[in-house]
Structures are given as structure tokens and as C-alpha cells.
């Protein structure tokens, strides 16, 4: 059974930073593209970032680009994200992912976390 969980999350104050993770179970972590995700309020659900299967490329939303960066370690099966200079319009669930291609497209990635709420308060 595949497993991704997502601990962290918070509510951080803007300006500041905020490490999410997300660890996975019951896959291969090192053979899966893993992305990060976001939905707030009323909105779709958007791309954030995203890293391939040995963490060589990453890519970023335009949005999160700078500040925001994805990172993996395949010996224990986890994705970060590190968010820095958080501001309010950050505020979401957060979600990681797991698929078999490189995209943007939450419709490539097969599998999901549970979502984590990072709240940045003005």
C-alpha cells in the first residue's frame, strides 16, 4: 500500500520560513518523479514544484520561484520543501505527490499525501 505523510505544516508569520517533508512507504521512492502542490480556499489546485527521480532538475512555479526550494533523499524516501520569505497569498494545503513523468499537471503524478495547511499570517 502506498503510503505519503506529511507532517509539519503551521501557521509562520510573513517574512518567515517553513520546512515541509513527506515521506513515503510502500513504492520505490528513487524510481518516482516527486512534486509539490497547493490549494487554498475556493481556488484549483496548483503546481508548486517539482524534482525528478535523482534530484539532478527541479523546476518551480513562477510564483514560488526564489523562495521555495524541492529537495529529496532517496536513502530515506522523503521530499522537502523549504519555503522562505513566506507571504500571506502562501497560505494553502499543501500536498505532495508521486508520478512517473516530469510535469506541472497534477493529472501525471498517481499518487497523493494527505495535505498539509501552512497558513502565513500578514
Known amino acids: 500500500q502506498v503510503q505519503l505523510v506529511e507532517p509539519g505544516g503551521g501557521l509562520v508569520q510573513a517574512g518567515g520560513s517553513l520546512r515541509l517533508s513527506c515521506a513515503a512507504s510502500?513504492?520505490?521512492?528513487?524510481?518516482?518523479?516527486m512534486g509539490w502542490f497547493r490549494q487554498a480556499p475556493g481556488k484549483e489546485r496548483e503546481f508548486v514544484a517539482r524534482i525528478r527521480r535523482s534530484g539532478e532538475n527541479t523546476y518551480y512555479a513562477d510564483s514560488v520561484k526564489g523562495r521555495f526550494t524541492i529537495s529529496r533523499d532517496n536513502a530515506k524516501n522523503t521530499v522537502y520543501l523549504q519555503m522562505n520569505t513566506l507571504k500571506p497569498d502562501d497560505t494553502a494545503v499543501y500536498y505532495c505527490?508521486?508520478?512517473?513523468?516530469?510535469?506541472?499537471?497534477?493529472?501525471?503524478?498517481?499518487?497523493w499525501g494527505q495535505g498539509t495547511q501552512v497558513t502565513v499570517s500578514s
Open positions: 510502500g513504492v520505490t521512492f528513487s524510481s518516482y518523479v
Open positions: 505527490a508521486a508520478g512517473q513523468r516530469y510535469s506541472s499537471w497534477w493529472s501525471d503524478f498517481d499518487f
